[in-house]
Every structure is written in C-alpha cells, then in structure tokens.
C-alpha cells in the first residue's frame, strides 16, 4: 500500500516549479539591476546576468528579447512604476507646499536614492551616446513623468499663494539638479571620499530649505 504522506509531493514540486517560474523576470531584473551598476551597461554580459539569476541566457531570452529590453525593464520596475504611487500621495496631500516638496526629496531619496536603483541615472548618462534608444526610453519614463509631478507640485505653492510667481518649468531643475547630485555622488565620488562629510538625505532637505527662502512669500 502506497505512504500517503509522500503522494501530495508531485503536486507541491509543480507549485513550487510555478512559483519559481513566476518570480523570474523579478530575479532576471534585480541581477541586470546589481550588475549593470557594478560594471556599467556596455560592459555586462547578458550570460552574466543570467548567471546571477540562477538560469541559463536561453530562460532569459523568453522573458527579454535584448539586453536594451532588459534594461529598459529595470528603468520601468525600478524608477517609472514609482510614479503612479507619487502622483496619489500628492493629489491626497493635506500639508503645505513646502512640506510637499520636502517629502518630495525625502522620499525619493528613500524609495531609490538610497537603493541600487540610483545607480540607473549615472548608467543612463555615461553611456547615453552609445543607447540612444535607452535614453529616449528614460525621458519618456523618467524624465518627463519627474518634470511633470514637480511643476504640478509648484504651480500648487504659487496657485495657493504660498510661492511668489515664477517659471515652474526651470525652477524644477533646481530640485533635478540635486537628484542628480547625490545620485552621481553616491555611485561614483562615495567611493573616493569621507562618508561622514557628506549626508544626502540632510543635504537634500538643506537644498530645499534653501529654495523656500526664494519661493515664499515674505
């Protein structure tokens, strides 16, 4: 007579096997993610990725139809896909501007500054010249979605009365700038110098602080 303990196995071996398969593109992406930061785009191999992720370059293959697909799903997963959730905390937003546009950088450093994830900005602008079509992907996905919610955030402060006019059109690159800043600082001079010389998170709230005193109303 067969153990009936041991007759739910098959079973739970091809749930386990579904499960495996499910979480594949997320582990596909997390070792593109860790690897195109430590060796730059260009210089990674998809094999390598591969590798890392626990499966052969053919299992990637059918779930990536390039390398620039697969980079262009780490911009996606690691960067656009925060923009949906930022645009309902913002619409939903009790405090004031200011406090808006410090939460603003607080969270951005949280949810990606201080992740692998910042790494992207710096790939994106040292290879830009040789990926053209990853670059427009980044604008689209990026860039433009970042312009569009910190103008909105402005246009609040001066619509509210709380901002003096001004071109929210440039002034969103005063708030850019600084991402940029701590993003190419953290994945290419932190290795170089002191850390404690440096926090990005206070320098970020420092930054905003600063540009209140030109926004406010006095």
């Known amino acids: 007579m067969p153990n009936s303990s041991t007759s739910p196995l098959p079973e739970l071996s091809q749930h386990k096997r579904e499960r495996r398969k499910e979480a594949r593109p997320q582990e596909l ?34 779930y990536f139809h390039s390398k ?12 656009s896909d925060h923009f949906p959730v930022w645009n309902q905390e913002f ?13 603003a950088m607080q969270t951005w450093w949280q949810r990606i500054g201080d992740t692998t994830a910042s ?8 290879e830009a010249s ?24 402005l246009q609040r402060g001066i619509d ?9 059109d440039t002034a969103v690159y005063s708030l850019v700038s600084a ?8 994945h ?10 440096f926090d990005p998170a206070s320098f970020l709230q420092s930054h905003v602080h600063a540009l209140m005193h030109g926004w406010l109303k006095t």
Not at 91 to 103: C, K, L, N, P
Not at 130 to 153: A, C, R, W
Not at 179 to 186: A, E, L, Y
């Open 29 to 62: 992406l997390d070792a593109a993610l860790s690897l195109f930061v430590e060796k730059g785009f260009a210089a990674t191999k998809v094999e390598e990725v591969a590798l890392r992720a626990g499966v052969s370059k053919g299992t990637l293959f059918l």
């Open 68 to 79: 620039e697909d697969l980079f262009k799903a780490v911009i996606q997963r690691n960067l």
């Open 91 to 103: 619409d939903e937003f009790q405090g004031s501007t200011s406090d808006m546009v410090s939460y």
């Open 119 to 126: 790494g992207i900005t710096k790939l994106v602008t040292s």
């Open 130 to 153: 040789n990926f053209p079509d990853v670059v427009k992907f980044y604008e689209s996905e990026v860039m433009q979605p970042g312009h569009t919610l910190f103008k909105k955030i």
């Open 160 to 168: 509210n009365g709380e901002f003096k006019p001004f071109d929210t």
């Open 179 to 186: 991402i940029f800043f701590v993003s190419m600082w953290k």
């Open 188 to 197: 290419s001079l932190s290795a170089c110098v002191d850390h404690t010389q």
